[in-house]
Structure formats: structure tokens, C-alpha cells
């Protein structure tokens, strides 16, 4: 079946710009993760839901990140005044109920 | 929180002989430890995972062994591939909580 989709899979802003990330996870999943990977590290956590309730948003490194799911579906992350140290991969994942996660190929975001 | 650290952070091998890769975790609590390989441009993708109540899981090639006393598990490739080149990340959630605190990955170079 299909997996996890992101889109835009890049995205290039000038700083200052507001930039939205958006992910469609495995259909039926109710967890949905967003993971900041910047090069040559491991994925960061930064927002967790269950289905539409957002339960952890420990990992925001700002109040310019901001993230959604309405409907308990698809998921936006939404970066408000880019800067350049926003420049990263930034990860989806979904599960459905057990452990594991699956993860979509990432949107890569370079901030200028 | 959950700290995980990851060695080796690059490791070569000639194709066919052995790797492995192990990781220590700081939650004793944590009881799910999965593995994922990443290649260039993609997200991680699951290849193995084990759970606190067994030792050992292995899958074809790939194996993981757990010591949940020394707090580590190990990914154990055998017969390796040019295929299987690509960087692992090594990951656990503290306390079973499904937020997911990553290793900071082993780039594996198989030489042909």
C-alpha cells in the first residue's frame, strides 16, 4: 500500500519567509510524528499527535514552529519567519498503534 | 530524558564480511529498540526492531541482540552487500512512550 508522502519534497525561502511542510500518512494511522534531521545527524523529535490532539510538543525549538492536524489525517508544520538554522530535513512518520514508526521520504528546507 | 549513543560512526567492510553496530540507551525503562537505514536522499526505513522480553530477533542477514542489564543492543549484519552501504540510525523511546530519541547513526561502506 501506499506509504507516508511529503510535500514539497524541497524547499528553498529567503529568510523571513513563512513556509508550510506537509505530510499524508499511512491512511488509518493515528500516530503522527515530525522529526528535524539536519545534515549528517540523527532525526530530532519535535511534535507528536494522536490522531487530531496534539499530545507533545516538547522538540519545537521556537514559537515560530507551529504544527496541525485537524482532522486526524493530514499534517501541516508550518514555519513562521524562516531563518537560516531552519535549514534541515524535516521528517513525518505514522504509526498505527504498535511501536513502529514509518517514515516519509522528508522535505529538505534550505533557508537563504 | 532518553540518551542514546552510536559507534561506530563510519565502518567499512569488505563485501561479504561481518558488521556490527551497537548502541547504549541511559532510560531502563525504554523496552522497544528499532533500527533503520537510511540512504541518500530517503527517509530511515525499518529493518529490524526488538522488544525487552526477548534477547535476540534475527531476520535473514540482519540481527539485533539486546542486554538490558548493560542497557545496549547491536545490529549485526552478516554477508554483506554493496546494497546494504547506507547510514543506520539506532533509536529508543524512554519509558515506552513513543516519542523516539535516535543515535547519531554509523555510515556502513561496503567495498566491493
Known amino acids: 500500500g501506499a506509504g507516508v508522502s511529503q510535500s514539497p519534497r524541497y524547499k528553498v525561502a529567503k529568510r523571513g519567509q513563512d513556509v508550510a511542510l506537509r505530510c499524508d500518512p499511512i491512511?488509518?494511522?493515528?500516530?503522527l510524528f515530525w522529526y528535524q534531521q539536519a545534515l549528517g545527524q540523527g532525526p530530532e523529535f519535535l511534535t507528536y499527535f494522536q490522531n487530531e490532539a496534539q499530545l507533545d510538543k516538547s522538540g519545537l525549538p521556537s514559537d515560530r514552529f507551529f504544527a496541525e492536524r485537524p482532522e486526524g489525517s493530514v499534517s501541516t508544520l508550518k514555519i513562521q519567519r524562516t531563518q537560516q538554522e531552519d535549514s534541515a530535513v524535516y521528517l513525518c512518520?505514522?504509526?498505527?498503534?504498535?511501536?513502529?514508526?514509518?517514515f516519509g521520504p522528508g522535505t529538505r528546507l534550505t533557508v537563504l | 530524558g532518553e540518551n542514546v549513543e552510536q559507534h561506530p560512526s563510519t565502518l567499512s567492510v569488505q563485501e561479504g564480511d561481518s558488521a556490527v553496530i551497537k548502541c547504549t540507551y541511559s532510560d531502563s525503562a525504554s523496552n522497544y529498540f528499532p533500527w533503520y537505514k537510511q540512504e541518500l536522499g530517503k527517509g530511515p526505513q525499518l529493518i529490524i526492531d526488538i522488544r525487552s522480553n526477548v534477547g535476540e530477533k534475527k531476520d535473514q542477514r540482519i540481527a539485533v541482540t539486546l542486554n538490558k542489564t548493560a542497557k545496549h543492543f547491536s545490529l549485526h549484519i552478516t554477508e554483506t552487500q554493496p546494497e546494504d552501504s547506507a547510514v543506520y540510525f539506532c533509536a529508543a523511546p524512554p519509558g515506552g512512550y513513543q516519542k523516539v530519541t535516535f543515535g547519531t547513526g554509523t555510515k556502513l561502506q561496503v567495498i566491493p
Open positions: 491512511s488509518g494511522h493515528v500516530s
Open positions: 512518520a505514522s504509526g498505527g498503534g504498535s511501536d513502529t514508526q514509518y
